[in-house]
């Protein structure tokens, strides 16, 4: 009997460990597959009313906000991978109607480019990236 319970807690530690977990960050995947964006009558208010707040605002540009859903996944003693990113980038006018947008995925995502500006000595991409995981996190806490 005492062989059966070392063995049962060991199959379990080992069945665990196999399994992979999923964490959700930004906007659920439902919800960001639910934007509707029409071009010169979608304002910031509507998204934000829709979709909550964006995940993160250009640092350089006010008149662009980013709405990201981000799914990663991992197992036990293992790195996070991501298993699916999805980003809108929409470009506002100056009375904050949606002048333009664009849709990347986790193979396009790199050719974002936040700011054709050079950053100082105190924000570089560690910080951005700083930035847009602190926002995910907090929109997280609001799904």
């Known amino acids: 009997m005492y062989y059966l319970k070392i063995f049962i807690c060991i199959m379990s530690f080992v069945l665990t460990s196999c399994s992979s977990t999923i964490q959700n960050n930004g906007l659920s995947e439902v919800k960001f597959n639910e934007i509707k964006i029409e071009i010169g009558k979608t304002s910031k208010k509507d998204l934000t009313r829709k979709y ?74 560690v910080f951005i990236l700083k930035e847009i995981l602190n926002n995910m996190r907090k929109k997280n806490v609001q799904n």
Do not use: C, M, R, W
């Not at 605002?57 to 996944?73: A, E, M, P, R």
């Open 52 to 125: 909550g707040p964006p995940i993160f605002q250009s640092l350089f540009n006010d008149n662009i906000i980013y709405y990201v859903s981000h799914k990663t996944g991992y197992k036990l003693l293992d790195k996070f991978k991501t298993v699916k990113l999805s980003i809108y980038e929409i470009y506002l006018d100056k009375k904050n109607i949606v002048e333009n947008f664009q849709e990347y995925s986790e193979k396009d995502a790199l050719d974002i480019e936040i700011s054709d500006k050079e950053t100082g000595e105190d924000k570089d991409a």
